[in-house]
């Protein structure tokens, strides 16, 4: 492997001594003169007429400034993609939660009291709950009529309570089921889960004296935040400037507009800067959290367990809107569908449903865990009735370079096998057991690189003080910092040498924001405005000391010509000769282009757990973790990320979710939520599978969400191996276990034959 100065060493977070000291601004801390706070009554009920909002006494209390009803704000409509989230509800509400009026106060208390006082007079309408339910003809519709939705440049129109289903298909399916020895068929079930973040949603929005909107949130997508705001109020986005803020937390959830744009609504009314501060009730009752899902795996394969057609049906519960996701559908689920796999013949049908549910919008590796989770239970359910290894049956069907994936991907240098051999070596997976109530499950799952649009500058003075100006928000990642090594690695000085500085949106080009592929493409962003500045001082140096262009060299902060670093100048000396040449600082801006990599990771897990027959309590007693990585930029970093996306995963199989009856969330707290604690985190062994075959710098590979989608069904087979019951719906809690251990003759297994054979 090459040896680089900068990329690859454990470098700490340029912001970490203000994180950890308290200095570090959030949204929440942003203070200005003469603002004022605002609140939100929401719906307690999920689907009803508002027949009259009575703001009379709510509007007399001494200290409030402004009241806004639906009527104030009707047929405003917000969304990341599709426009169909109504600043506050107009006629009717569509689920518990939903906002009804908004108040902008003197102070907090003033304004939780004033929502207090606003009287809403309802009738009940029919409401629809479950997703496979709302898919029925003459379910109740959660948008009545036939309504059309923006989307872009394009509009959306839902189809009854489907707003999108898409087919991807590749071969012949129904000769594949024809040419199978054996079909089976199995359905998977997934609840709501939250983020998570520490930090709840926040932003304070201020109209200055040049009638220009300014708005601090604790957004990741400040470009699109922008633009959402412009669509609403139909003001041009040149009049909005959004200051991206600390982010304490994000796992995909950090992207809507949220209160945003009611806070601009308040403070034009009132003629005050206006803060307004989600509670952790709100968060978690009217949040984005990720979507329940209904899954049915059908594969057929042969008698030795080849592969030969598979058909997914996905069936997403979106909730009442669908504005707080990037996409109409989640793309996600096709690759998880079947991607690992070779499998010629393939279909997956993914619906996204309205509900009179909470609105759902991403989490870590969206779709991803909840069809992962299925595909790779349905595969150790098949290795059961053939009884075959789960592991050889994964190797005998993983996808190989040269192969094309289940869903018809063609991708470079695929390391899906090495993967999946290490994590078995590994975690010794032919060991015996340990002992009764024991077991070790396997997982395997693939996720092709993401690749948005990402800008960078950098920028030197006279001094050869460097300075890498980012539009993509630091969301707790340490994107910030390895974009410093980029720029230290290309241009042959020390990190500590490099600052970064986040710049709002008027500070460049359109930028993606934070989220899939973005530490890949805004690394590259960030080292190819640092080969820009490299270029202009290659130049300069050519012309200042007549050397040949391709001779010149820049490391340890000198430059010269290659092998001759003892004649060479200062990079502080020719940055100044260059400086009073050029009459400016000599800086690059570069923007990525949002082209789809042919490039894919792959992640193997094995969870070893012990299960008490008494309680139902499942304990994790070691986990295994490999993963497709290309060159590491950070091992700090690189390692966090896995670390922290493994831990959610074990939330997300053994405890974690949001309970919900009649569309009313019941658990309001993170203490509710029962996220996992470090008493239940076993012992970690990650086994990195090291290549440069990624499409990042210096040939890296996003990690951040990758390592996620795995760990549920690792954790779900060792409970079968443990147990010989299997658990179908997530989360894996004690009292499901324990239904189960009492059921031990159910059966979970489809199993059918092709027409064409005979018993």
Partial sequence: MTTYTAVGKPITRQEGPDKVSGNFQYAADVNLPGMIWGKVLRSPYPHDKILKIDISRASQLPGVHAIITGEDTKGMRVGR????????????????????????????????EAIGLIEVEYEPLPAIFDPVDAIAPGSPLVHEGSPSFQAGSSSVEPQGNILDLSTWSNGDLDQGFKDSDFIFEHTFTTTWVHQGYMEPYACVVNINNEGRIEVWANNKVPFTLRRQISDAMNISEEQIVVHPCGIGGDFGGKSPAMNVPLAYMLSKKAGYPVKMVMSYIEELMAGNPRHPSVVTIKTGVKKDGTFVARHSKVIFNGGAYSGFRGRAGLAGSRDAAGGQYHIPNFQIDSYMVYTNNVPCGSYRAPGQPQVVFAVESHTDMIAQELGINPYELRLRNVVRDGQVCATGARYNNIRGEETLR???????????????????????????????????????????????????PETGTGSHTVGRQMV??????????VTAIQMNTDGGAYDSGAGSGSSVGGTNAALGAAQGVRRKLTLMAAEFYGWPEETIQFQRGRVFVEGDPENGVSLQELASRTVNAIGETISADVSTTAEEPDVTCFSAQVAAVEVDPETGNVKLKKFVTAHDVGTIHNPITHQGQIDGAVVQGFGYALMEELLADEGQISTLSMGDVKSPTIEDIPKLETILVESQGGNGPYGSKAIGEQPLPPVAPAIANAVFDAIGVRIVDLPITSEKVLKALRNKSVSYTHLTLPTNREV
């Fill in 81 to 112: 993609l599709i426009r169909d989230v109504p600043l506050l509800a107009e006629d009717r509400v569509r689920f518990v939660g939903e906002k009804v009026a908004a108040v902008a106060a003197i102070d907090a208390d003033t304004a939780e």
């Fill in 422 to 472: 290490a994590v078995a070596e590994a975690s010794k997976w032919s060991d015996p057991k340990a002992g009764s109530y024991t077991g070790k499950g396997m997982s395997l799952s693939q996720r092709p690189q993401g690749q948005s649009i990402y800008s960078a500058k950098v920028e030197m003075d006279e001094n050869g003080k460097t300075t890498l100006h980012l539009l993509v």
């Fill in 488 to 497: 230290a690695e290309d241009l042959g000085i020390p990190v500590e040498e």
